[in-house]
């Protein structure tokens, strides 16, 4: 698209009035880890596309989005750890024979399990440069060139 290409035309909506505070809340709740489509869903908030079409318009809003979703991400993060290290519910005791003894309870495990798997996918997703599981063989930097590797057989 040319710099002199018309802009698109953004259509007044009832939302104009309180997009500030709009603005603010959504990266809040960003920031926090919950997604833009759900947060969207509230009645007293515009669409999801609504709100990107304002960080487009707004460099400045579309950067306090973006830093806003890199700390959410790193709280869902968090949220893994955290799930992963509550072992307060990882056994339940059951009543045998030889009286009451503590025994694992698997459905709380697999549970917290796929709790912890479905975050870290769609960081991978989300974030895939942090959270991915690519790994880039660079000489350091984002910017340098894949390392080549060559073989060189000589006879002598």
């Known amino acids: 698209m040319s710099d002199d290409a018309p802009k698109?035309?953004?259509r007044a909506s009832r939302f104009d009035a309180d997009r500030s505070r709009i603005m603010q809340e959504v990266c809040e709740r960003l920031s926090k880890g919950e997604p833009l489509t759900h947060?969207?869903?509230a009645d007293d908030?515009?669409?999801d596309d609504t709100i990107r079409?304002?960080?487009e318009d707004d460099a400045?809003?579309?950067r306090d989005i973006a830093r806003a979703r890199e700390a959410g991400?790193?709280?869902i993060a968090l949220d893994c750890l955290y799930i992963a290290d509550d072992n307060g519910k990882d056994t339940r005791i059951i009543e045998g024979e030889s009286g009451p003894r503590e025994a694992p309870d698997?459905?709380?495990i697999s549970r917290a399990k796929l709790r912890v798997d479905t975050r870290l996918k769609l960081l991978a997703k989300w974030d895939p440069k942090r959270y991915g599981d690519k790994v880039a063989l660079t000489g350091g930097s984002d910017t340098d060139a894949p390392i080549k590797s060559e073989l060189v057989i000589k006879f002598v």
């Open 53 to 55: 079409d304002w960080a």
């Open 45 to 47: 908030f515009p669409c």
């Open 73 to 75: 991400f790193d709280a």
């Open 8 to 10: 698109k035309q953004r």
């Open 106 to 108: 698997h459905d709380w």
């Open 60 to 62: 400045d809003f579309g």
């Open 39 to 41: 947060i969207c869903r």
